[in-house]
C-alpha cells in the first residue's frame, strides 16, 4: 500500500472525511476487525449477520488508521454509498500508482488456488511478489490483494473467481492483467450459472481484458478454453499433454507425488512436486506457462515447482499419524471434477500402502437441479476407483453411498452419516495403518473440524478397526 492521508483517499473514491483528514493509511486495507493490520484501512462492510461499522471504533482503537463505511463511526472515516465498490475505486488507483507492478490473473472452475500457490513460488523466486492469500477472490478479496503491493512489488499475482457474468470482467477493471489464465471449465457454480456455457462466457472475460501485448494462458486439453484464444486480442501459450508447455514421463510415489519432465520450446527439465495427485501436474504446467510468459527461465520454473510446498491449508494436505495412518485432507471445497480427483489420488495411495482407502465425503453445493445426480456419479467414480469403503456426511451427501452401491462390481462398503460427530466415531473405531483416509466436501459442510480430529487423535489400544 502507498500512503495515503484520508483526504487523499476520499477524494479517488467519491467520499467525505469524517473526523480528521490528515490521517495518514500506510498499511493495506482488511475487512476483519479481528485481524486488525496496524495502520491499515477498516472497510466496514454490513452483511447479512454483522455490520462491520460496529467494530470500527474497536478496530482504530486496535491499531487501524481509519475506516471506510457508509456512515460517521465516531472515529476518522471516510465516508461513500458503498465501501466494496470503493475498494475497487482505491485499488485502481493505487495499482495505477505503482510503476512497474506486473499484473498476472487466472480463474477456473478447480485449481486456482493451487496453481496460483504453485506460481507465487515460482516468481517469488525471481522478485518481490503479491499474491492472493486463500482464495480471496472475489469484488472484496481483490482489491484486498492489490493493496498489499507496495513500490517494492515486482508481480501482482491474482486469482479470480465468478458468481455470475460480468463478475471477472469488473475485477479485472481493478485489476487489469497482463498475463491471464483459464484453467478448465468445469461444474463448480453451476447452479449459480445456468449451465457450462455460461461458465465458459464468464470466465473467458479475464482474456479479453488483455492487452495486446499480453498473453493468454490456455489449457489445451478443455475445449472450451482452448477456444478462448479467439476472445482475445493477446497472443495464446497453452498448456496441457497437447499444449505449448506441456509434460512427460510421467511418474507418482507411493503417496501420489509426481515426478515428470517439463517442456517447452524443445527443451526439458525435470520437476518433483511435493503435493499429492496427478491434478497437481496440470496445474504445475499452468504455472509455469504463466511464469515462462513473463520471461522467467525454464530451469527457474523448474527448480521452484521442485522447492515449493504447500500454501493454503485443507487441499491435498498429506498426514502420517504415529500409528502409520495416512489423513488427507482436502476439505477446502469439492465440486464432481475435484471430488473425481481426490478420490482416485487417495485409491492409489491405498493400494501403492497395501491399505484400505476410505473416502469421507460430504456435500457439494451450489449445484443446481442437477446435485443428486452428481452426487451419485460421485459415488459411482469412488467404486470405479476401487475406493475400499465412502463415508457420507449428512443427508446431502447420503446419494454419494446411493452411487457407490448401485455399481454391481463393487466389493467395498458404503457408510451412511447424519453429522461430523457420526462419521468421526465411524472412522476412529474402524481406521488402522496402512489405511488412507480422504476428507473432502464443499467448504460449508466444514469438514476440516472432522479432518483436524482425525490427525490428532490417533486411536486407543483396544479400539475396534
Known amino acids: 500500500m502507498i500512503v495515503m492521508r484520508l483526504a487523499e483517499i476520499a477524494a479517488v473514491v467519491g467520499g467525505e472525511v469524517d473526523g480528521r483528514a490528515d490521517v495518514e493509511v500506510a498499511a493495506p486495507a482488511f475487512v476483519d476487525s479481528r485481524q486488525v493490520v496496524e495502520g491499515g484501512l477498516f472497510v466496514a462492510v454490513a452483511g447479512e449477520r454483522v455490520d462491520g461499522h460496529d467494530y470500527a471504533v474497536a478496530a ?49 472452475s478447480q485449481g486456482k488456488t493451487g496453481t496460483k500457490d504453485y506460481l507465487a513460488q515460482v ?39 465468478a458468481r455470475g457474468i460480468g463478475h471477472i470482467a469488473y475485477l479485472c477493471e481493478v485489476a487489469r492483467p497482463l498475463v491471464a489464465a483459464v484453467l478448465n471449465v468445469g461444474t463448480a457454480h453451476v447452479g449459480e450459472f ?29 475445449p472450451r478454453t482452448a477456444a478462448m484464444g479467439e476472445r482475445t486480442v493477446a497472443r495464446s501459450l497453452t498448456f496441457g499433454e497437447h499444449g505449448d508447455v506441456r509434460w512427460r514421463g510421467l511418474e507418482l510415489d507411493s503417496l501420489q507425488r509426481p515426478t515428470f519432465e517439463l517442456g517447452y520450446a524443445g527443451r526439458w527439465r525435470t520437476v518433483r512436486l511435493g503435493q499429492a495427485g496427478l491434478h497437481q501436474v496440470s496445474n504445475a504446467a499452468a504455472a509455469a506457462a504463466m511464469a515462462l510468459s513473463v520471461g522467467v527461465t525454464l530451469d527457474v520454473v523448474a527448480h521452484a515447482l521442485t522447492d515449493s510446498v504447500p500454501a493454503s491449508r485443507w487441499r491435498m494436505e498429506l498426514h502420517e499419524r ?55 456419479e460421485v459415488g459411482r467414480v ?37 453429522s461430523r460427530e457420526e462419521a468421526l466415531r465411524w472412522v476412529m473405531e474402524n481406521v488402522s495403518a496402512p489405511d488412507v483416509v480422504l476428507v473432502k466436501a464443499s467448504r460449508g459442510a466444514a469438514l476440516e473440524l472432522l479432518a483436524d480430529a482425525l490427525i490428532a487423535q490417533p486411536p486407543e489400544e483396544g479400539d475396534a478397526r
Open 322 to 376: 504415529p500409528d502409520g495412518v495416512v489423513v488427507v485432507n482436502d476439505a477446502y471445497n469439492a465440486n464432481p471434477a475435484s471430488m473425481a480427483a481426490a478420490i482416485g489420488t487417495v485409491a492409489r495411495i491405498g493400494r501403492a500402502r497395501r491399505g484400505r482407502s476410505l473416502a469421507v465425503l460430504g456435500v457439494m453445493l451450489e449445484l443446481g437441479d442437477g446435485a443428486e445426480a452428481d452426487h451419485l
Open 60 to 108: 482504530v482503537e486496535a491499531g487501524a488508521a481509519a475506516v471506510l463505511g457508509t456512515r460517521p463511526t465516531g472515529v476518522p472515516t471516510v465516508v461513500v454509498p458503498d465501501p466494496v465498490a470503493a475498494l475497487g475505486r482505491l485499488a485502481r488507483h493505487v495499482l495505477d500508482a505503482l510503476d512497474g507492478v506486473t499484473v498476472l490473473a487466472l480463474t477456473g
Open 382 to 418: 469412488a467404486a470405479g476407483a476401487g475406493v475400499d469403503v465412502v463415508v457420507t456426511v449428512g443427508e446431502e451427501a447420503a446419494a454419494i453411498a446411493a452411487g457407490a452401491r448401485g455399481v454391481p462390481t463393487w466389493r467395498g462398503e458404503a457408510i451412511v452419516t447424519a
Open 194 to 222: 445456468g449451465g457450462q456455457d455460461a461458465i465458459a462466457r464468464a470466465k473467458g472475460e479475464i482474456v479479453e481484458a488483455l492487452p495486446p501485448e499480453g498473453t493468454a494462458v490456455l489449457n489445451a486439453d478443455d
Open 123 to 161: 516468481l517469488g523466486a525471481v522478485a518481490p511478489t503479491v499474491a492472493t492469500a486463500g482464495n480471496l477472490n472475489n469484488e472484496i478479496g481483490v482489491p484486498l490483494t492489490v493493496l498489499r503491493a507496495t513500490p517494492e512489488t515486482s508481480y501482482l499475482l491474482v486469482e479470480m473467481g
